[in-house]
């Protein structure tokens, strides 16, 4: 069964620092990986998606990697801002279950930037 | 375009009441879902729907029902809400998805319900 996890669980940086956040899968079979942004009490906002194929994709400050074999991905945010202050969540597409596009989510890391 | 909406937004239910919680979406998305966040375990998959008349059971599904009728619209069912149905649910939806392609899942703002 696939399991995804996040670490740390929460993280608290000062304004302008380069950081990066842990996403780890058990099992490899995967399609895609997406990152999402969820804001205080609102629903949820796709940042990156990376096909299994893909080694990163990238948005303005942030980038995003996956090592498919080693059950890996990071989400790298540089030059941090208050604005970031969010929490970030993974997920998964398994490769099984048809095509569902079915996800797997992690618990999140709870991100503060301090100003 | 609104993208997805759900209402309510906030529900105080009594154990053993009924409700529905109603999901829609303007993006002529073919599949819709219906998640449950709770603190610590990360969102997870009550039921979804791949096309219009259609419906599955995802990762925890029981106590609720669900129906899509409309392509628009996914409506989610607690027919006696119990204290551990106290969550905050989220509504998604997305293309069709196939095993060569990929699409995004668009979420809802959410709908908190407290089961008392």
């Known amino acids: 069964k696939q399991e995804v996890t996040q670490i740390p669980a929460a993280l608290s940086v000062p304004e302008g620092e380069n950081l990066v956040l842990n996403c780890s899968f058990t099992?490899?079979?995967?399609?895609?990986l997406q990152w999402f942004r969820q804001d205080p009490g609102k629903g949820l906002t796709s940042l990156l998606l990376?096909?299994?194929?893909?080694r990163e994709q990238t948005s303005g400050r942030l980038n995003a990697s996956l090592d498919k074999s080693s059950g890996r991905s990071t989400l790298y945010i540089a030059a941090s801002q208050p604005g970031d202050s969010a929490t970030y969540l993974c997920?998964?597409?398994?490769?099984?279950?048809?095509?569902?596009?079915?996800?797997?989510f992690g618990t999140g890391t709870l991100l503060a930037v301090q100003p | 375009n609104a993208g997805v909406t759900q209402t309510p937004k906030f529900r105080v239910l009594k154990t053993g009441q009924s409700m529905t919680l109603l999901c829609a979406q303007d993006?002529?998305?073919?599949?819709m879902y219906w998640y449950r966040q709770d603190p610590g375990m990360g969102l997870r998959l009550i039921h979804y729907?791949?096309?219009?008349?259609?419906?599955a059971k995802g990762e925890v599904p029981d106590g609720y029902n669900v129906s899509r009728l409309k392509k628009q619209n996914f409506l989610l069912g607690l027919e006696s809400a119990a204290p551990s149905q106290t969550s905050v649910y989220f509504c998604?939806?997305?293309?069709?998805?196939?095993?060569?392609?990929?699409?995004?899942?668009?979420f809802g703002p959410g709908t908190r319900l407290t089961v008392t």
């Open positions: 993006m002529n998305h073919e599949y």
């Open positions: 997920a998964v597409r398994p490769n099984y279950g048809g095509a569902t596009n079915k996800l797997i």
């Open positions: 998604a939806s997305s293309y069709a998805a196939s095993r060569g392609s990929s699409y995004e899942q668009y």
């Open positions: 099992d490899s079979a995967i399609y895609n």
């Open positions: 990376i096909q299994s194929s893909q």
């Open positions: 729907s791949v096309g219009e008349g259609t419906t």
